[in-house]
T-cell receptor, first 113, second 111 residues
Framework: DSGVTQTPKHLITATGQRVTLRCSPR?????VYWYQQSLDQGLQFLIQ???????AKGNILERFSAQQFPDLHSELNLSSLELGDSALYFC????????????FGEGSRLTVL | SQQGEEDPQALSIQEGENATMNCSYK?????LQWYRQNSGRGLVHLIL?????REKHSGRLRVTLDTSKKSSSLLITASRAADTASYFC???????????FGRGTSLIVHP
């Protein structure tokens, strides 16, 4: 158990819809990273938050947004969903030093029909 | 885009054999990490090697880093069926400290 909690584990929705994925980092970790894993693109970095502030952005579509709340949990919002958004979405947290290992949640599997 | 790329894409061996996976990357790094992923599960950290280190061991794992060749290798000795998983390298480059992952090596260990 990594200590990182992601909900929901599975989500099936239709094109055009909007979903919210939630992540609770390990106790004491201030950094949250979101990654998307699909068969054709591998594991792609989306966005990072540190103590409530956006720190870095990767290959995140404009239809996607995220935030980190004062209690340090984070949410990834995906809107106007397309078939190609079907993927595993991972959240990971990192210790205070910010340079060590990532602790991954079990992921949220999104299927867009 | 991928910073690190693992090779081979897939590896099939018998229990007891050693498994070697390689990772090549493009730019200078701060550190390199190896992760393991069982099918459909979250990634689990195996080992981190810093840019000023050349070799690291952890149990049956041995990682080497050659910064002149921009490459790393992960050796799993005396493999077990339970080692069956995908293995990813991730590099932290520059000042951003954003781990960038390769596409992974799929390892199958036959009992």
């Amino acid at each position: 158990d990594s200590g990182v909690t992601q909900t929901p584990k599975h989500l099936i929705t239709a094109t055009g819809q909007r979903v919210t994925l939630r992540c609770s980092p390990r106790s004491g970790d201030l950094s949250v990273y979101w990654y998307q894993q699909s068969l054709d693109q591998g594991l792609q970095f989306l966005i990072q938050y540190y103590n409530g502030e956006e720190r870095a952005k990767g290959n995140i579509l404009e239809r996607f947004s995220a935030q980190q709340f004062p209690d340090l949990h984070s949410e990834l919002n995906l809107s106007s969903l397309e078939l190609g958004d079907s993927a595993l979405y991972f959240c990971a947290s990192r210790g205070v030093g910010g340079t060590g290992e990532l602790f991954f949640g079990e992921g949220s599997r999104l299927t867009v029909l | 885009s991928q910073q690190g790329e693992e090779d081979p894409q897939a590896l099939s061996i018998q229990e007891g054999e050693n498994a070697t996976m390689n990772c090549s990357y493009k730019t200078s790094i701060n550190n390199l990490q190896w992760y393991r992923q069982n099918s459909g599960r979250g990634l689990v950290h195996l080992i981190l090697i810093r840019s000023n280190e050349r070799e690291k061991h952890s149990g049956r794992l041995r990682v080497t880093l050659d910064t002149s060749k921009k490459s790393s290798s992960l050796l799993i000795t005396a493999s077990r069926a339970a080692d069956t998983a995908s293995y990813f390298c991730a590099t932290d480059a520059g000042g951003s400290y954003i781990p960038t992952f390769g596409r992974g090596t799929s390892l199958i260990v036959h009992p």
